[in-house]
């Protein structure tokens, strides 16, 4: 009698382990892939029921609405017809990139600036029409530059100067990625992490059940491939990260780089020993403008700049004067990096 009570607590021991474990699984983890905003996509997430196992199209459908908003690529969404003084009207989406567009542009004392459309078209670099440059026309595009020139009433963009235009691709792309975040948020979906062109943000934990590895590019020319050859690797979790550099970027003249980053107060394009920056901070649209304006304001004021912001982290990589690559990063960097 005693060993089948003895049988028994053991039988019931095991089920009770079985339904806790049971229990705690909290779904299998899900990867998505897919092409927005001229680049791809790449999202991992647990889901944590059987309605969440696929929502590609959901998300695809998120996105499109979010370019229909914010893509200058799309002729008739809502930042080109603001563009082309067609509609004043703006959206909540618009409304979210101009408010921190606006914060960065104070800040940085003009060197983050949404309004720097006519100067990315006239290098070559937007969709509009690529002009020779020299110092007379930059002087007269710059006229046309500046966020002190515009603003937002009653949901209305107000602008000083009509032929003023948004380009929003240095902070357009990592807030789709909060956008994204957000929606796996109300799919109580507590471990993803979602990607946009190298843009990304991480919740919780891996499918190894540990936090999200990210590899940092080295910045040189020529690697155009992302992955292939790393500076370093990164542990997120929680956090979003994003990263702006001139080697992929660019077109030569006479043997001369041009490269994608411009200075919206000089109005010419911004070559300097700071090859790539790579930000982390809690919201990927701060991540991806953040790591703009420090390519524009070059290493040692970026280096001042990024002293002053909260709660932000950074790595420099940039070239000495023999050529090699030095890395600067701030003191709580440090904890994020892992070994390559």
Not at 99 to 104: G, L, T
Request: with cysteine.
């Amino acid at each position: 009698m005693k060993y089948a009570r003895y049988v028994l607590a053991v039988a019931i021991l095991i089920l009770v382990i079985v339904v806790l474990t049971t229990n705690t699984q909290e779904g299998p983890y899900v990867k998505i892939a897919g092409f927005t905003q001229g680049t791809s996509y790449h999202m991992t997430y647990q889901s944590p029921s059987a309605d969440t196992l696929d929502l590609k199209t959901e998300i695809d459908a998120l996105l499109a609405d979010f370019d229909q908003s914010l893509s200058t690529y799309i002729d008739t969404s809502n930042i080109s017809r603001i563009n082309k003084n067609e509609t004043q009207e703006t959206d909540a989406y618009f409304e979210a990139v101009y408010n921190e567009a606006r914060r960065i542009y104070d800040s940085s004392d003009g060197a983050f600036d949404i309004t720097v459309g006519p100067l990315i078209d006239a290098w070559g670099f937007g969709p509009g029409r690529k002009m020779e440059m020299n110092e007379v026309v930059i002087d007269s595009l710059l006229s046309f530059v500046g966020m002190d020139k515009v603003r937002i009433e009653n949901g209305k963009v107000i602008k000083e100067i009509p032929d003023l235009r948004f380009d929003l691709n240095a902070i357009a792309q990592g807030y789709a990625v909060d956008v994204v975040c957000d929606y796996l948020e109300t799919k109580k979906i507590d471990n993803y992490m979602v990607e946009i062109g190298g843009e990304l943000r991480t919740k919780g934990l891996s499918a190894r059940g540990d936090s999200w590895r990210v590899g940092i590019d080295k910045p040189f020319y020529g690697n155009s491939l992302p992955g292939q050859n790393l500076q370093a690797v990164v542990s997120l979790s929680g956090e979003a990260l994003a990263s702006s550099g001139n080697y992929r970027k660019y077109y030569e003249v006479d043997g001369k780089k041009i490269v994608h980053t411009i200075d919206p107060r000089t109005g010419y394009t911004k070559m300097s020993e700071l090859l790539s920056v790579t930000i982390i901070c809690k919201e990927c649209m701060t991540a991806d403008a953040l790591a703009t304006t420090c390519m524009s304001l070059g290493l040692e004021k970026a280096k001042e700049f990024i002293g002053r912001q909260e709660d932000v982290e950074a790595l420099f990589i940039f070239s000495d004067q023999d050529g090699l690559y030095v890395e600067w990063m701030t003191e709580g960097m440090k904890a994020f990096i892992q070994e390559n």
